[in-house]
């Protein structure tokens, strides 16, 4: 009895927003069935923990999750074609290869959705947190566990990485 | 403000997370650095490309599907029974909050009633001659930029579509003597105008409510802004609204 309720509210507080975890976690492991993997254990970790969640923000809080298992994963099964940041993220000049090589194999034909894939994880998660899920700094600093000048500046520089890619027509 | 300052804060200010008076002065900084100014006009662009062109991703059916059944299947947590008294003492804390709230904003009369009426009528001028807004909504950078060019501030205040407020428009208007925003937001089949104006006052006061000829009016001000808002909504989305367009600018601080 008591179970039903709890799986009641917890279909109704995470349930709709198994969307942005998916599209979260589709741009962390850069598609295919990792995400659907990923959104599962999320999914099954967020249950098992569900009677931590005190209410409010549900999006945020699966969100947090979403984040936390894939640095796990990254950790114990590193990913194919996925960058891990090990550098520290406030020094001025971190590199970033993927973007780098793919910048300078095709100036021009790169779209922008490609550049981002090839970006950190740290960055690539900043753009899609702001302008996918639509977040506010606040919200995304609670997510990503920094300050809010540090998302900031990782958008900032994700953005600069991002801006030297072309328009898509031409 | 130098170019240095303005371009340290050019991503919050793109990202409308600027408090509305650090707003104010990059706005007047861009009106004369056509530098910055040109910065400014490539990251809104960047942001609209990313948005426009970048996917989102939707969770395929199925997986919905498989959470729902896993949720039905296993059990959660062991230790959920001493959880559930607090839970249903936040809702009854809560549900005592609104009502005193509630309570108090019936018992706080407006003490600007001409100005209530001036709103209204606002309101009901754009209802009836077909001239609700001037500018249609795309972003927060061509709307701000928009009202900067005609009023010299922008308001701190966005599309609230995600949270069932969709921003439809904006125009300017004029109320109490003076030429103010007027953002257009939609709920539902009904509009409400938004009546935005800088204020002297810099203290932040509390949300009021009044009801006049038919109309739900919720307003204050914050950080030396004046928000009033009208429409024909129930009181209680009135209130819902205000708190979204309140966290909107508090957030931004």
Not at chain 1, 54 to 74: A, C, E, M, N, P
Not at chain 2, 109 to 120: D, F, G, M, N
Not at chain 2, 160 to 188: E, I, S
């Amino acid at each position: 009895m008591l179970a039903d309720i709890q799986s009641a509210r917890f279909e109704e507080s995470m349930l709709p927003h198994v969307d942005a975890a998916y599209d979260v976690a589709w741009w962390l492991v850069s598609g295919g069935s990792d995400a659907e993997d990923l959104v599962e254990e999320v999914c099954l970790r967020a249950w098992r923990c569900f009677t931590g969640f005190r209410g409010g923000d549900g999006r945020s809080w699966l969100l947090t999750i979403v984040r936390s298992t894939y640095y796990t994963w990254v950790r114990e099964k590193p990913l194919q074609g996925v960058a891990v940041v090990t550098e520290d993220l406030q020094s001025e000049d971190v590199e970033v290869p993927e973007a780098a090589r793919l910048l300078a194999e095709s100036s021009s034909r790169e779209t922008l959705d490609e550049v981002l894939q090839a970006l950190l994880a740290e960055f690539r998660e900043a753009i899609i947190l702001r302008e996918l899920v639509r977040l506010s700094y606040k919200e995304i600093s609670e997510i990503a566990s920094v300050p809010v000048g540090t998302v900031m500046s990782r958008l900032a520089r994700a953005r600069a990485r991002l801006q030297i890619c072309p328009a898509p027509e031409a | 403000m130098h170019c240095e300052e303005a371009l340290r804060l050019i991503h919050s200010y793109v990202d409308g997370e600027l408090d509305f008076a650090r707003r104010l002065e990059i706005d007047q900084h861009l009106d004369i650095c056509y530098a910055c100014k040109r910065e400014r006009h490539g990251w809104f662009e960047l942001r609209f490309a990313v948005r426009e062109q970048v996917p989102y991703f939707s969770a395929p059916p199925a997986l919905a599907q498989r959470v729902r059944s896993m949720v039905r299947e296993q059990k959660p947590q062991k230790h959920e029974v001493p959880s559930r008294p607090w839970g249903w003492l936040a809702v009854g804390v809560a549900f005592a909050l609104v009502v005193a709230l509630t309570t108090t904003t019936v018992f706080l009369r407006s003490r600007e009633p001409s100005l209530a009426q001036e709103i209204v009528a606002g309101h009901v001028r754009s209802l009836m001659a077909n001239h609700l807004t001037d500018m249609v909504w795309t972003d927060y950078g061509t709307m701000g930029a928009w009202f900067v060019g005609r009023l010299g501030f922008a308001p701190p205040v966005e599309d609230l579509a995600a949270k069932g407020f969709p921003l439809v428009g904006c125009r300017v208007d004029y109320v109490d003597g003076r030429r103010v925003a007027a953002l257009v937001y939609q709920r539902h089949l009904h509009y409400i105008n938004l009546f935005v104006w800088p204020s002297a006052d810099r203290k932040s006061e509390k949300v009021l409510q009044e009801k006049l000829q038919g109309y739900n009016l919720i307003y204050w001000s914050h950080n030396g802004v004046t928000f009033w808002a009208v429409s024909d909504l129930g009181s209680a989305e009135m209130q819902v609204l205000a708190g979204l367009l309140r966290n909107q600018t508090e957030e931004a601080e």
